[in-house]
């Protein structure tokens, strides 16, 4: 038995859409008798918008609609892709702007969220912004940037589609020029975000780097983080420390139900396997994935979150996973050359659909 939402009220469909795929929905015919009357925030997780209907006596007799259950068909599935810079340019020759085209595996029925992230990095002095140009039904198009005499010899970007109908996921971006000019740089940012739709439980949160400038002449440190998470919001967190400024920097977060199991978030470290004294290039390890067995074999998505370089040589670092399991994966935080990685970590986000 599931259910769907009209106004405040809940329905439930009795008996059950024998086919619930979206191109059939709104060819069945349903009864649905009132249920109990909830508010719309219990309803977060529920499924759900009547689209036409119209009333029969004491039942609603559905005609189009469209129902959401976690992980049920019904909902477009979250597209994964990444691209690199290589194929735009030869490596001795960087340029401030890498337009690329991202083509979606899904086409849905209007444009979706893009969400960017940095898996992977080469760069002199650290300046680049992952900027999305244009977003339509079946793509995208995009813009990794740089300024300045920054040098950006290549990056690899993660990039994440949201579908407009799924009622589960909220994300959003936080720039800290919204907070602060970059003439007045902070060590420490912090901005609340409340949820639009309030969770029933505490959700997952995960954050990552999407575009960030720090003073040339210093190391290059920054991390985000999103702290204080409730059912209602969490406070998102860009910080610096010791004599590093932080010039500008964006945050992109992304939440979801704690009991979801087509989706497990998390985030990785160097700081998981070593101290950041003892720098370097090569650093990987296991970690255990909650929730069960895959229904299929994982795509993962991973994007930077965290950095701490040395400056005058290039910021090189790459973040993968592989050798997934029923219960875990390894992640990687590679760099390379003379580069002095003390730290680097990256937030992960797993879609089993």
Same mark, same amino acid.
């Given at each position: 038995?599931?259910?769907?939402?009209?106004?405040?009220?809940?329905?439930?469909?009795?008996?059950?859409?024998?086919?619930?795929?979206?191109?059939?929905?709104?060819?069945?015919? +349903?009864?649905?008798?009132?249920?109990?009357?909830?508010?719309? &925030?219990?309803?977060?997780?529920?499924?759900?918008?009547?689209?036409?209907?119209?009333?029969?006596?004491?039942?609603?007799?559905?005609?189009?609609? &469209?129902?959401?259950?976690?992980?049920?068909?019904?909902?477009?599935?979250?597209?994964?892709?990444?691209?690199?810079?290589?194929?735009?340019?030869? %490596?001795?020759?960087?340029?401030?702007?890498?337009?690329?085209?991202?083509?979606?595996?899904?086409?849905?029925?209007?444009?979706?969220?893009?969400?960017?992230?940095?898996?992977?990095?080469?760069?002199?002095?650290?300046? !680049?912004?992952?900027? !999305?140009?244009? +977003? @339509?039904?079946?793509?995208?198009?995009?813009?990794?940037?740089?300024?300045?005499?920054?040098?950006?010899?290549?990056?690899?970007?993660?990039?994440?589609?949201?579908?407009?109908?799924?009622?589960?996921?909220?994300?959003?971006? %936080?720039?800290?020029?919204?907070?602060?000019?970059?003439?007045?740089?902070?060590?420490?940012?912090?901005?609340? +975000?409340? %949820? =639009?739709?309030?969770?029933?439980?505490?959700?997952?949160?995960?954050?990552?780097?999407?575009? %960030?400038?720090?003073?040339?002449?210093?190391?290059?440190?920054?991390?985000?983080?999103? =702290?204080?998470?409730?059912?209602?919001?969490?406070?998102?967190?860009?910080? &610096?420390?010791?004599?590093?400024?932080?010039?500008?920097?964006?945050? +992109?977060?992304?939440?979801?139900?704690?009991?979801?199991?087509?989706?497990?978030?998390?985030?990785?470290?160097?700081?998981?396997?070593?101290?950041?004294?003892?720098?370097?290039?090569?650093?990987?390890?296991?970690?255990?994935?909650?929730?069960?067995?895959?229904?299929?074999?994982?795509?993962?998505?991973?994007?930077?979150?965290?950095?701490?370089?040395?400056?005058?040589?290039?910021?090189?670092?790459? @973040?993968?996973?592989?050798?997934?399991?029923?219960?875990?994966?390894?992640?990687?935080?590679?760099?390379?050359?003379?580069?002095?990685?003390?730290?680097?970590?990256?937030?992960?986000?797993?879609?089993?659909?």
């Amino acid at each position: 038995m599931s259910e769907v939402k009209h106004r405040d009220l809940v329905y439930m469909i009795d008996p059950p859409p024998v086919d619930r795929r979206p191109s059939l929905l709104s060819h069945q015919q +349903v009864s649905l008798k009132p249920r109990h009357r909830v508010s719309a &925030t219990h309803l977060n997780n529920d499924l759900n918008r009547v689209i036409d209907s119209g009333r029969l006596g004491n039942y609603l007799h559905i005609t189009t609609y &469209t129902m959401k259950s976690i992980g049920n068909d019904s909902v477009a599935k979250i597209d994964i892709g990444t691209f690199n810079t290589t194929p735009l340019h030869e %490596f001795s020759s960087p340029r401030h702007h890498n337009a690329h085209s991202i083509a979606l595996s899904i086409r849905y029925a209007s444009p979706p969220t893009i969400l960017l992230g940095m898996n992977m990095l080469d760069m002199n002095i650290p300046r !680049i912004r992952c900027k !999305i140009l244009s +977003v @339509a039904n079946d793509g995208a198009q995009v813009d990794i940037e740089s300024w300045e005499d920054t040098k950006l010899y290549s990056v690899g970007c993660s990039w994440l589609s949201i579908p407009p109908n799924d009622p589960d996921i909220q994300c959003g971006r %936080f720039d800290t020029l919204e907070d602060h000019p970059m003439s007045k740089p902070n060590i420490s940012t912090k901005h609340k +975000v409340t %949820f =639009t739709h309030p969770y029933h439980t505490t959700p997952k949160v995960v954050v990552w780097l999407e575009a %960030f400038s720090t003073h040339p002449g210093r190391n290059c440190r920054i991390i985000v983080e999103a =702290t204080d998470i409730t059912p209602s919001g969490f406070t998102l967190e860009i910080n &610096t420390w010791l004599w590093t400024d932080i010039l500008c920097a964006t945050a +992109v977060w992304l939440a979801h139900s704690a009991d979801r199991k087509d989706i497990r978030s998390g985030a990785f470290s160097t700081d998981d396997v070593r101290p950041r004294n003892e720098p370097r290039l090569k650093n990987s390890s296991y970690i255990p994935i909650a929730g069960g067995a895959y229904s299929k074999k994982p795509h993962v998505f991973s994007a930077l979150n965290m950095l701490d370089f040395r400056s005058g040589r290039n910021i090189r670092v790459k @973040a993968h996973t592989g050798d997934m399991t029923l219960h875990g994966m390894t992640w990687h935080l590679d760099s390379g050359a003379d580069s002095v990685c003390y730290g680097a970590g990256a937030s992960f986000i797993i879609l089993d659909q």
